[in-house]
RNA sequence: GGGGGCGUAGCUCAGUUGGUUAGAGCGUAUGCUUGACAUGCAUAAGGUCAUUGGUUCGACCCCAACCGUCCCCACCA
């Protein structure tokens, strides 16, 4: 006898149980199969500074959902889990967790601080991969690995060490981004641009030994405190003369140099520019050009240095607001104009950046890029959607040099070594380097690199790199990336470029690009707006099944998606129903294994089944091989729902319900075989509920996880008794639309007389009209005589309903009339469509025959309602 | 200033190389305790596929323009 399942669907007292066996068994591991092709993943690591978030939960139910397809399509699988130390965001989430103990870093120091953050670790680290897994992420565990472990480290040093020697990483004084709330430099990728309403300050700088004056427009004031020439074009005829002269700097004293430079335009502001080398990217070339000294005037957190006594100490926007004070008052202000100003602001806490001149180390991105964008011209790895790959393009062929050291110390420190004794620099992965030339102890560098610089690494480090280890050489190149759209100039384009550079092959071939999960009314979600859906909660109220589902479908690969309540019912009632479809299919079964009953013991239904199953297979592989998960979806949603339970079960349940016949054990196979094989369909999309259906259903194996993915066959194909099957069902729904518009009470049965292919049309299909379509009793005469019966017509049969009583003749014969005129109307115009010769000419065979076809089922049609008309 | 997405039923979205009379979920209406499921069953209403042209035997799909909307990139003093 069959198992049981429960009544009531229930995740929770099953989603754990299942995963742990799942984990127990050794069932995420790859099978290492050496005849079996590979397939790898690589996770894109969480941050260990928060937990799992919708975003996450999208990313890694897709990620899930291929690693488990290729898992039962005979792939040697491994999907690589792992966590980010996510140096900036970290630091800064323990360094406000430490002012709230009245803490800062420097109270504790490195090595104190370094604990914590290895603390911190432990913790959210811990909490975000449980929460991977309860999602049911089929990560193999043994893998996993964490951007800061000790493996990750030494590919971080080792590829730095490389660069370095290779002249690709080097040391230099360049404008930076700088962050005076997180004190440290960051990359130009790390900062986002807002627009802030804003002004223009026209300011006149006397001539030196003159009576005029230069006026230039700024909208940093409070910089000229650093300005160390004024440029004009050297084509500009009003200025030409004055090249090589003097201006003073207002409120400072200081004579500035006229220069005759590229960067001003004529037709911009007055054609003047005040040139402040040390705080401006575009005045720091302009200063190199022309040698002019750089002249610093901000500290580290913004604020006006000790050499501007009477504004030594002032916040830069203090500070602006004095210096234009004293600017009006001493006369120099000449007009304030308003403008709307692209500022750029730290992606972490948002403040306004401070373009600086400092010391950093840097990857130069050129050599790098070229040969990164051909990997990807070339096709070697292919984004999808493909459009993405524009972004990346623009991005790539627009780089400039990557400042990766950080002033933080949370975070892989630099492999830079220091002689204080004679000015050495060393750059080795020995930590304990001594100076090779005067044999003094040296100094390391203090500073920490950019996060993405290990994440970059992460496809082959996590796989043992620099060592030549067997994972590497099995699994790497890895198959899939899966990601969002935000994150490809972070992380997708150094990852292709490191790869090629250390690897020398691209990292991964398919880069699958999806988008944000957005609320209800399609905001982004987000702290501040606190319209953040917790995936956890979810899970707990309806399941990850039900989760998964959700974010699996209805949305196409690189659009956003918007989450709802909604939607997640929707998801969680086709569980339910699956649950009880199962549920019954249990309850009739009594069969102690499964199989697929000959072909000859078939019946139509079962024929029917099985070739619509056949097709669902070929098109939801197919959609996955697209990549097209929600279609994928979609198609096996349909199928379960539409044709597996509202039409099989129901078609079938006089013959489950007859016990001791064979007829009854063919049913019982043929349900529990096409049950048991859609549960492998949709398997890596609920993982959870196969499972559970699939072990209690007769099965063989281990787990459904681990079961062969099926495969279209022609077995399984019944083309004839598929479309045979298809001509009662539209009779038994043509004679419920005609009983629905009638309002005749269900209870009300009916004898039926249905004529039409004797084939089809015969007292087989009686069982179908009794359960389904009201029949008292089924008669199939050649011919209808009765004039008193309500009449239905398909193109392949006509149905005689006596219901006398119900009928007003006139309508009838109206209601016949209107459907004749379409059917008219239906043929013409596919006899308009066949007799043109165009048509005919340049359309394919196969589109042509179906149109005939079609016009064929319009006649036959047409002829039913006529003979039905004639009768009345 | 560049680049890209989106615009399809009241709402949220699918629509697989161009090939009937464009689909789903939710919502709405009507009727149902039908031997698993009311988290259900049956039936229905609801769309000039943003607009205008073009290519084609044939366009929701390809091309051009335009309107609306969202996003990304960019050093505009």
Redesign the pocket.
Known sequence: MAKELPK??DPQSFEDRLYKFWNDNGCFKPCGDKTKPTYTIVIPPPNITGQLHMGHALDNTLQDILIRWKRMSGYDTLWVPGTDHASIATEAKIVAAMREEGLTKEDLGREKFLERAWDWKEKYGGRIVSQLKKMGSSCDWSHERFTLDEGCSNAVREVFVRLYNKGLIYRGERIINWCPHCRTSIS??E???E?QKSH?WHIRYPLVGGEGYLE?????PETLLGDTAI?VNPADERYKDLIGKYCVLPLVGRRIPIVGDE???L????????ITPAH????FLVGKRQHLPMEVCLTEDAKITDNYPKYAGMDRYEARKAILKDLEEGGYLVSIED?D??V?TCYRCGTTIEPMISLQWFVKMVPLAEPAIAAVKEGKTRFVPE?FD??YY??ME?T?DWCISRQLWWGHRIPAFYCDACGETVVTKDSSAVCPKCGKPMRQDPDTLDTWFSSALWPFSTLGWPEKTDDLKRYFPTNTLVTG??II?FWVSRMIFSSLEYMGEVPFDTVLIHGLV?D?Q?RKMSKSLGNGIDPLEIIDKYGADALRFALAT???P?????F?D??I??A??????IW??A??VL?NLDIEEVALPAADKLELEDRFILSRFNTVIS?VT??LE?Y?L??AL?KL??FI??VF??WY??LV??RL?AKGTESNLVAQNVIAWVLSSAMKLLHPFCPFVTEEIWQTLPHTGLSIMISDWPKASDALSFPVEEAQMSRIIDVI?AI??RR??M?V???RKTHLFVSGDPAVFNEKATPFFVRLAFASAVDYPAAHEDDTAVRIVTDSATVLIPLADLIDRDKEIARLTKEKD?AQN?IT?LSA?LN?A??L????AA?VD?ERA?LAA?QAKLDNIESSLAKL
């Open positions: 009531t669907y130009n990728a900062v986002n641009y627009t223009f230039v427009a700024t909208t940093r440029a960067h001003a335009q037709d911009k502001g007055t054609g003047c520019v005040k401006d990217p575009n005045d403008l100003h692209e750029g459009r524009k972004n623009r991005w627009n400039q759209y935000d100039t957005r209800a399609g209805g949305n196409s690189g659009n956003d998606m918007r709802s909604e939607k019912e929707a969680r009632n086709f569980i339910n129903k009880n479809a549920r019954f309850m098109d197919a959609a697209r097209e929600g279609v979609s949603y349909d729902w539409d339970c509202d079960i129901e349940k006089p319900f729904t419920r639309v629905a518009e309002n009470q269900p209870a379409a239906e115009r469509k043109n165009g048509f000419a340049k359309a394919p589109v179906a079609k319009a």
